[in-house]
């Protein structure tokens, strides 16, 4: 019976390719994976936060300059690491927003990030509505419960869904966004950076098992880089030339050291879990003059309040900065995270596995 089973579950999967005009993983050098699924905040976002009620929205010029279908809410100028993932993962087209994915076009995977999201709910309230990485988490649960009334079968869908792989960055809001904002929040009057970093990681760790419980078993944690070194964080605490704000790296150090931990935890408790880490900062680009990028500290477009201006000026120079605007990265170095992620080159970059590795598990 359980051979049976298989036999109509692969049928269906199937026929769901060919009707999405892809073909199935039985030729070396295709797409190698079924799906991927996208969660995080405006690093990953590309458009669930056009239509919602929020300051944070890129969904208009000069946002997307770069990008053949010009602004769709991603927050640079051109393609964003989950976009990069996609295409080095061997997809035929990007992964499809939740707030636009119809039919069968969600087997290929979706993307929940939402701009200025956080592991905590209350982060980021005072820009308006986001998604945060609870509601995405409940996204995902109508994405299977639609699957699984086209698949005919929950067991069977989530089977398909073990097969995916799942790319989760959080965390970087929940500082940038409150801890950092004492004015507007009580969490740094409540906790020592320590105590946040703890709570934090408690809540993720919950929201990995929900997420591993809907059915993920490949998934990716990206860790957050250096905030302290962000255009807009320097305006407003920098000193000088400082290049980077050690009080706030330490801070979100906190943070980034519980996550390997973390994985390990995750991958020993759950069965068939295969968890794994990646480190923003190891694979943050060396040395920027060598892929051209010689201006670190300057959005590359006209800034207010840490996003570009509608309809603002742009540098000519686009490939040369780092910065597209006061918190995102442009489009080079977003290329490089995501080619470092999908093959290490170091081994302090990945734990343990890389995405290439992981697709192939």
Request: hydrophobic share 35%.
């Amino acid at each position: 019976m359980a051979n049976t089973g298989f036999i109509v579950w692969f049928a269906k999967v199937i026929t769901l390719l060919i009707c999405m005009n892809l073909k199935p993983l039985l030729v070396k050098g295709e797409q190698q994976v079924p799906c991927l699924f996208v969660m995080g905040d405006s690093l990953f976002d590309n458009g669930n936060n056009n239509n919602l009620l929020t300051a944070a929205k890129a969904n208009y010029p000069p946002y997307g300059i770069d990008f053949p279908d010009g602004p769709t809410g991603r927050f640079t100028n051109g393609r964003n690491v989950a976009d990069f993932l996609a295409e080095l993962l061997g997809f035929d087209k990007y992964i499809e927003p939740f707030a636009t994915v119809k039919g069968v076009d969600m087997f290929r995977g979706v993307n929940y990030a939402s701009g200025a999201a956080g592991i905590l709910d209350e982060t980021s309230i005072h820009v308006g509505d986001r998604i945060s990485m609870n509601r995405q988490l409940r996204n995902h649960n109508m994405t299977i419960s639609h699957m699984s009334t086209l698949l005919g079968n929950k067991t069977l869908t989530k089977e398909y869904l073990s097969k995916c792989i799942y790319i989760v960055q959080m965390g970087n809001n929940d500082y940038i966004n409150n801890y950092l904002l004492p004015q507007l929040y009580s969490s740094n009057h409540m906790y020592k950076p320590e105590q946040f970093a703890s709570i934090l990681i408690q809540q993720y760790s919950e929201q990995l098992k929900t997420l591993y419980l809907y059915g993920a078993r490949k998934v990716v944690v990206f860790g957050i880089g250096g905030i302290g070194c962000v255009p807009s964080e320097l305006d407003l605490y920098g000193t000088g030339d400082s290049v980077c704000i050690n009080s706030i790296d330490g801070a979100v150090r906190k943070f980034s050291d519980k996550l390997k931990p973390m994985i390990d935890d995750l991958n020993s408790n759950l069965p068939n879990a295969k968890f794994s880490y990646i480190n923003s900062t190891s694979i943050a680009v060396p040395d920027p003059s060598s892929i051209g990028i010689t201006k670190l500290r300057e959005p590359c477009c006209e800034i207010s309040e840490g996003k570009c201006k509608h309809g603002g000026g742009v540098c000519s120079d686009r490939a040369a900065h780092y910065f597209w605007d006061g918190f995102h990265p442009s489009e080079a170095p977003n290329k490089v995270t995501a080619e470092r992620a999908y093959t290490a080159l170091l081994s302090t970059d990945v734990y343990p596995f890389d995405i290439s590795q992981l697709a192939q598990l």
